[in-house]
């Protein structure tokens, strides 16, 4: 068993180690290749672990760059195929993790754990945190169109000015609930992360315009038949008309007709408002998994 750093060409193998530990999360092959080759930042990092050729586990570490929080890093999505558990894989991805991310100054860091894994991020000494909440919906069942609110029109994200869309995406992400606020978005790194995202759907992707002006929107990230319904937000001074809804429902109904048949998207467990719409949808619960928050040491002197 060996670690080794990730590299474009192990993709396919991520992807599908990936489906096999979190069949509920969507990001394909193109666009697990695009980090690989064309990483965020030089700050971002991803191992994975060989056992007799073949990977069973992968992780990526960064420093947080969208927070004003000092020194905050992420772990993220570190796993190990069920097969290949308790041999020291997450160990050997957990100890590359931390060392990278101590290098870079961090100190304090998030990862996002399932249940059954808690016991694992407990003993390195991270204790979680809050609950994310998974829920899954048949594009089929999504509920009719209803007529846009007066006074509103709704149009794909194609046929938009992407600094427009930015900013309201930064108005939009200042309140959203997590461990640190998010609240230190550029341009570039927006960019980098929705808009030039290989696996973004433009015409899927909705925004409501009031005034010729986005006041919501939602993101529709896909990978075949399987799609992750994203950032889904209204301006603070627009919510409470139904604008975020209209927007979910009409960003289904392009994705079905595009060949998409199931939907996915996870919300914190505070974000009463985006749980209610999407239950009423008719989204459905698929699992949770908990943000856990550590502490790494300071580096020893030279």
């Not at 700050?43 to 990977?55: C, K, L, N, P, S």
């Not at 048949?138 to 709704?154: W, Y």
């Not at 433009?202 to 990978?223: C, E, H, M, N, P």
């Not at 998207?265 to 998994?289: C, F, H, K, W």
Request: hydrophobic share 40%; proline share 6%.
């Amino acid at each position: 068993m060996r670690i080794r750093n990730a590299v474009p060409d192990d993709a396919p193998a991520v992807v599908a180690l990936r489906a096999e530990v979190y069949p509920y999360l969507v990001r394909g092959v193109a666009s697990t290749r695009q980090m690989l080759a064309d990483p965020p930042d030089g700050d971002w990092t991803a191992f994975v672990v060989e056992d007799g050729g073949q990977i069973v586990g992968w992780t990526s570490a960064f420093r947080n760059i969208t927070t004003s929080e000092a020194d905050f890093g992420e772990i993220s999505l570190l796993h190990v195929h069920p097969d290949h558990r308790r041999r020291g894989a997450g160990a050997l991805l957990f100890d590359a993790a931390s060392r990278h991310l101590t290098a870079l100054g961090v100190r304090r860091v998030r990862a996002w754990v399932q249940g059954e894994s808690l016991d694992f991020a407990r003993g390195r000494g991270f204790t979680p945190s809050r609950e994310l909440r998974y829920s899954m919906l048949e594009t089929r069942l999504a509920p009719p169109t209803p007529d846009a609110p007066a006074g509103v029109s709704v149009v794909p994200l194609s046929g938009l000015d992407e600094r427009a869309l930015y900013t309201a995406y930064v108005a939009a992400s200042a309140d959203e609930p997590g461990d640190v606020p998010s609240d230190a978005i550029s341009f570039d790194t927006w960019r980098y992360e929705v808009w030039n995202n290989v696996g973004l759907d433009k015409d899927a992707s909705t925004a409501v315009l009031y005034g010729g002006q986005i006041v919501a929107f939602t993101l529709v990230k896909r990978d075949g038949e399987r799609m992750w319904s994203d950032m889904t937000a209204t301006l603070p001074e627009h919510r409470g008309r139904g604008l975020a809804r209209h927007a979910k429902i009409v960003a289904l109904h392009r994705a079905a007709a595009g060949g998409v048949t199931a939907s996915y998207t996870s919300n914190d467990e505070s974000n009463a408002p985006m749980l209610a719409i999407n239950a009423r949808l008719g989204y459905r619960p698929v699992t949770v998994q908990w943000s856990c928050l550590g502490a790494l040491p300071a580096p020893e002197a030279a």
